[in-house]
């Protein structure tokens, strides 16, 4: 009982944050909840966090709040630690100019108002009020970005072409935001992410990795890349990447399911989408590509040449594999991307290599056994270590996947005989 009274008195981040609401308009200050999650809440979407916008300045906000952490004093915010939630508190604030395409070379503390007009695009640029008496008090909007949400458009706050001009990434995050939400994006905001957001001047590789990835692992992935691409936005993204940019459309990357949570994979279906050929030179070279203009990590390069290297394999002859060759491959890093890729380019294929593999994993061996010979086993049979070893281990495996060597005793003889 008290495990589940524990459980019961831990807030949701909403709690949290209307916890640090209610502190900050206890101490005499003005307070709402902002940003995105005001957006969310207001489409009936449960918002991952919760940020806070107020006129109490850093150092007031340290001394109300026991646990606090600044991570952008310069520009007035501090992070608000209420177990196991933090809440992001902004002071209100205007921008100077962004002289470097990314960020305000100064910011002045403000009002409700302007801190609403320096913000991006008008639905992320409400404010909510959580303590409100009643819900015509809940909502402030200074930008019109309630006539906005109703009509699911997504624009820029005041001159686009100046909102744009300031921060590059912005673009980038209206590709992702308008594929998200299912929202147009407002024609004149379009324009200016064309003219202005192109270069993405001043934008880091890694805050680009980070809208791309962002975009193309959510099951909008497809109108994400739609968009990318209406906008101008592939070119600058895939800075040097060798890849014809007229090519089909987002048809792979819209068939890749669930798989597309992995970014290495998305990122394969979306370039074979601009004409890349799953050959290995080629896959080499994007490979080094994008991990340049996109920062990736080992990991996700891997993933992404691991997976178009499945697809190569599974169009050039893995159905025609011997038993052991092929449950190998099946059971390696290349399979599952392969094949998430093959399902969406080729279903017909598809549909073979399952069948295939179903058959394989039920006779009576299975796709990836333990192997009923180790190392070990062979040092006891008084073989010693060497260059050998692995040849032999293999053979044996390879016999014990097609099923000649069933039992530990078949597994040594044949070892016996393989190390005369």
């Given at each position: 009982m008290t495990g589940r009274r524990q459980r019961e008195s831990i807030p949701t981040a909403r709690d949290a944050a209307a916890a640090v609401v209610r502190t900050l308009r206890g101490a005499g200050f003005t307070a709402y909840f902002a940003g995105g999650c005001v957006r969310d809440e207001l489409l009936g979407v449960e918002p991952s966090d919760y940020d806070v916008a107020t006129d109490a300045t850093p150092e007031i906000i340290a001394k109300l709040f026991p646990r606090t952490a600044e991570v952008g004093a310069h520009f007035g915010v501090v992070l608000v630690k209420m177990y196991p939630h933090v809440v992001e508190v902004a002071t209100f604030r205007a921008d100077g100019d962004y002289t470097d395409k990314r960020r305000p070379d100064s910011v002045r503390f403000s009002s409700p108002e302007e801190d609403a007009r320096r913000r991006d695009f008008t639905v992320n640029a409400l404010f909510l009020d959580p303590l409100a008496a009643s819900p015509a008090e809940r909502v402030i909007d200074f930008v019109g970005g309630l006539n906005d949400l109703k009509s699911r458009v997504l624009r820029a706050v005041g001159d686009p072409e100046k909102r744009l001009a300031e921060d590059h990434l912005r673009g980038l995050r209206a590709a992702r935001l308008g594929?998200?939400?299912?929202?147009?994006?407002?024609?004149?905001?379009?324009?200016?992410?064309?003219?202005?957001?192109?270069?993405?001047?001043?934008?880091?590789?890694?805050?680009?990795?980070?809208?791309?990835?962002?975009?193309?692992?959510?099951?909008?992935?497809?109108?994400?890349?739609?968009?990318?691409?209406?906008?101008?936005?592939?070119?600058?993204?895939?800075?040097?990447?060798?890849?014809?940019?007229?090519?089909?459309?987002?048809?792979?990357?819209?068939?890749?399911?669930?798989?597309?949570?992995?970014?290495?994979?998305?990122?394969?279906?979306?370039?074979?989408?601009?004409?890349?050929?799953?050959?290995?030179?080629?896959?080499?070279?994007?490979?080094?590509?994008?991990?340049?203009?996109?920062?990736?990590?080992?990991?996700?390069?891997?993933?992404?040449?691991?997976?178009?290297?499945?697809?190569?394999?599974?169009?050039?002859?893995?159905?025609?594999?011997?038993?052991?060759?092929?449950?190998?491959?099946a059971a390696g890093p290349c399979w599952a991307g392969g094949l998430a890729l093959a399902r969406a380019d080729d279903a017909n294929l598809a549909a073979r290599v399952e069948a295939r593999a179903r058959e394989l994993e039920a006779d009576g061996v299975g796709l990836a056994p333990p192997p009923l010979l180790t190392g070990d086993h062979l040092i006891a049979m008084g073989h010693k270590a060497g260059p050998k070893f692995k040849a032999v281990l293999e053979s044996v495996y390879d016999a014990q996947l097609e099923g000649r060597v069933r039992d530990l005793g078949a597994a040594r003889e044949l070892a016996s005989s393989l190390c005369v």
């Open positions: 594929a998200k939400l299912g929202f147009e994006i407002e024609p004149g905001t379009a324009g200016a992410i064309r003219l202005h957001a192109r270069e993405l001047a001043g934008v880091s590789r890694e805050r680009i990795h980070d809208e791309v990835a962002a975009t193309l692992t959510h099951p909008s992935r497809m109108r994400g890349a739609e968009l990318l691409r209406d906008l101008g936005l592939e070119a600058p993204v895939l800075a040097g990447l060798p890849l014809s940019l007229a090519g089909r459309g987002p048809r792979v990357l819209a068939g890749i399911g669930g798989a597309g949570s992995n970014f290495g994979v998305a990122l394969a279906a979306w370039c074979l989408d601009m004409g890349l050929r799953a050959e290995p030179g080629a896959v080499d070279a994007a490979a080094d590509a994008l991990r340049r203009a996109l920062v990736l990590s080992n990991e996700e390069r891997a993933e992404f040449h691991a997976s178009l290297t499945g697809l190569r394999v599974l169009r050039e002859g893995w159905l025609a594999m011997p038993v052991a060759q092929a449950k190998r491959f």
